[in-house]
């Protein structure tokens, strides 16, 4: 009997995806990336040179197994976010071969909730962002086309090379925002084994909360971010007067990852801000 080779497409190759690519490759697959600059991949991945905003580049997207959907908002391009999040999902899913599987990642700034409160994947989604509002719409696309996809909703991505607000820290400047309110996580290593997982494991449009096991509060996050580097204790002040809350600091939530554990069977290496931290910054990890 013939056996051929599994074949996996990558949209939005980049930090998270990269990973992906690189436990595929482990599985030895054959894996693609669309992307407009092949200079930043691999050398055992195959770029498709294309844009998700250019309908007519995306007829070089090839027939595959599995299609990871991970494109990433990048403000240097010069599109809004709704029209990559959105318009270039639809313009994918018109010109895309049908694949058996589709993983999209999602964010789950999708859930509104501004209290502290337990979330699930079957919690009221509200977003109070235009955010979070423009990534629920890129779900819906996906859903009216491919009711089969699997969502996962990423808590807030960290780990070698990106430390959100590392360079406030080192230098001792005041974070905006209020310690107290909850942050979700999970690091990018995680990450990328849950996708896979999620491949393998997860059920057909199934949504899935993709983070640690706990969430940390702001204050408990920077100053371990803070003990580590070596730096003065974070202070947190408020915004200055007549000046809105950032986007980032309205959320505070706490968001459960049963689901993710029981039925995609993820164990995570990081399963705390703490353990991920100290991975992350041991001597020679902080790497990118």
Request: hydrophobic letters at 35%; aromatic letters at 6%; glycine letters at 8%.
């Amino acid at each position: 009997m013939t056996m051929t080779t599994p074949t996996s497409l990558i949209l939005g190759c980049g930090y998270l995806g990269r990973r992906v690519a690189a436990l595929w490759r482990q599985q030895r697959r054959t894996v693609f990336a669309a992307t407009r600059n092949p200079t930043h991949l691999p050398a055992d991945v195959l770029p498709i040179i294309c844009d998700v905003l250019d309908r007519a580049s995306l007829a070089k997207l090839p027939q595959v197994d599995t299609v990871l959907y991970a494109v990433g908002f990048d403000r240097a391009s010069g599109a809004t976010m709704r029209a990559v999040y959105v318009d270039g999902l639809a313009n994918v899913l018109e010109h895309l071969p049908t694949p058996a599987r589709f993983v999209h990642v999602s964010s789950s700034s999708v859930y509104g909730q501004t209290d502290g409160s337990w979330v699930d994947e079957a919690s009221p989604m509200d977003p109070g962002e235009d955010s979070g509002r423009i990534v629920l719409e890129a779900e819906a696309v996906l859903r009216a086309k491919r009711p089969d996809a699997l969502i996962l909703r990423f808590a807030g991505i960290y780990g070698p090379g990106r430390l959100l607000r590392r360079q406030t820290i080192e230098r001792g400047e005041p974070i905006v925002g209020d310690a107290d309110k909850w942050l979700n996580l999970i690091h990018v290593e995680d990450g990328a084994r849950a996708i896979v997982a999620a491949e393998q494991n997860g059920q057909p449009g199934r949504v899935y909360n993709v983070c640690d096991d706990h969430p940390v509060r702001r204050r408990w996050f920077y100053t371990t971010m803070a003990h580590l580097l070596g730096s003065p204790s974070p202070r947190f002040v408020s915004p200055p007067i007549g000046e809105p809350t950032p986007p980032h600091e309205k959320g505070n939530r706490r968001i459960n990852n049963r689901r993710m554990k029981e039925e995609l069977r993820v164990t995570l290496q990081y399963p705390n801000y703490d353990q991920g931290l100290r991975g992350t910054l041991a001597v020679g990890h902080d790497l990118g």
